[in-house]
């Protein structure tokens, strides 16, 4: 999935303009950022997707006019980046080519759309197996390495996810004959070191979005629970049902101590029915996971105005 940036002088016009936002990128200064790797393992994407500063994740916004400079500041054929899955060191990624070559077509293009978001195309060079789509979190300024951890069983993750699951949803008005039809996924992500892993669970309708045309009915649960020391409660809860273009659906795609805390930063996929996903970045606050951040899809920055009839 594509990850979008915030750009300056990308919308509105007259009495209707929208004041352009402060930049958080100085590209000249070249600050570390988190990139999000997608796609095809044979050729993968890599988009930024957010600025790392003094322990804090923030949007990237840059004016328009520093799109190039944005891609050669990071793009620049044979860069290598660190590439990780679930906080581990997963390899490498080198840079194959930038959005932009001369005398060369753009990486992609969008209809109707005068500036795009920059991205690059990499080769990867992974320590892990991989399949033929991949999701990797990759850094310009890699955090501290970790020794692997091991985990109780997934049978134990299975069983117990569901329960917590089945339990968030009932006190939000949800049956377990509601989510008999969904796809259901448990595991457990170890997340703070010393600490007890976390457990990860997801009730997710695999056809929600796809549905006719946005009817019917649809639910989608997303839970994650922490040994508190009284066992294992729920530390985070997303639970949506309704019509189906009403309900958001979530799911955890990755992990990573992005900001050098020393705990990890969850980032899941968030999507509704006839829109672009966002990523949101949760942390590890004040005894449970809260959402730090969240990244919009927007690839197009200028979209070109329809010609007048």
């Known amino acids: 999935m594509l990850v979008g940036l915030g750009l300056l002088g990308a919308c ?30 044979t050729d993968p994407r890599v988009v930024p997707v957010a600025t790392i500063a003094g322990g804090k994740l923030d949007r990237i916004i840059v004016p328009v006019s520093a799109l190039h400079a944005l891609d050669s500041a990071y793009f620049s054929a044979g860069t290598r980046y660190p590439i990780f899955r679930d ?18 077509e753009p990486l ?17 060079d992974a320590t892990v197996p991989i399949e033929s789509a991949v999701e990797f979190l990759a850094t310009s300024a890699p955090p501290a390495s970790r020794a692997p951890v091991t985990l109780p069983s997934a049978a134990e993750a299975l069983r117990r996810g569901r329960a917590l699951a089945l339990e968030a949803a009932k006190a939000e008005g949800l049956e377990a004959v509601d989510l008999d039809s969904l796809f259901f996924y448990a595991k ?6 010393g600490k007890p892993a976390s ?30 020391g009284a066992g294992y409660q729920l530390t985070y809860r997303s639970i949506h ?9 979530r799911r ?29 970045i ?15 899809q927007r690839w197009c920055a200028t979209p070109e105005k329809p010609a007048k009839r």
């Open 188 to 193: 457990w992500i170890a997340t703070r070191p």
């Open 252 to 280: 955890l795609l990755n992990q990573l101590d992005v900001d050098g805390d020393g705990i990890d930063e969850l980032v899941a996929e968030a999507w509704r029915f006839g829109s672009s996903s966002d990523l949101v």
């Open 87 to 104: 906080g581990m060191s997963a390899g490498m990624l080198t840079i194959r080519r930038p959005m932009w070559l001369p005398d060369s």
């Open 12 to 41: 509105g016009r007259g009495d209707d303009a929208v004041p352009a936002p402060t930049p958080t990128v100085d590209v000249a200064q070249h600050p570390p950022l988190l990139f999000q790797v997608f796609g095809d393992a």
């Open 108 to 124: 992609y293009t969008l209809p109707g759309c005068k500036d795009v978001m920059p991205m690059g195309a990499a080769t990867l």
């Open 199 to 228: 457990l990860y669970a997801v009730f997710l309708d695999q056809n929600g979005g796809d549905i006719g045309a946005g009817q019917g009915h649809s639910s989608s649960v997303m839970v994650i629970a922490d040994d508190t």
């Open 241 to 249: 049902s309704g019509e189906v273009k009403s309900v958001e659906y």
């Open 282 to 296: 949760l942390g590890w606050r004040t005894g449970a996971w809260r959402e730090l951040l969240r990244v919009p």
